[in-house]
């Protein structure tokens, strides 16, 4: 994925902190200024999801719990 960022060299640089938890960040580019006297310029990032790992727990609800019952026993 190619995603190009926009803003002051600082807010960049803090932005990718949190983008670099959900993405794997491979390439970061330079800072480039936008032309003029403007403090706003981009920084270009090749990145790609990171994989998550899912963890469920899940009980059945279309059938009726069973009373386990003591040991010794039996029906």
């Given at each position: 994925m190619k995603i190009r960022l926009?803003?002051?060299e600082?807010?960049?640089v803090e932005v990718i902190k949190p983008l670099a938890t959900v993405l794997?960040?491979?390439?970061t580019s330079t800072f480039y200024p936008n032309r003029g006297s403007s403090v706003i310029g981009r920084v270009y990032l090749?990145?790609?999801p990171r994989p998550t790992v899912v963890y469920a727990?899940?009980?059945?609800d279309d059938?009726?719990?069973r009373?386990?019952?003591?040991p010794g026993n039996k029906k």
């Amino acid at each position: 994925m190619k995603i190009r960022l926009s803003g002051t060299e600082e807010e960049i640089v803090e932005v990718i902190k949190p983008l670099a938890t959900v993405l794997e960040i491979r390439e970061t580019s330079t800072f480039y200024p936008n032309r003029g006297s403007s403090v706003i310029g981009r920084v270009y990032l090749d990145a790609v999801p990171r994989p998550t790992v899912v963890y469920a727990e899940s009980e059945r609800d279309d059938k009726p719990k069973r009373r386990k019952l003591p040991p010794g026993n039996k029906k």
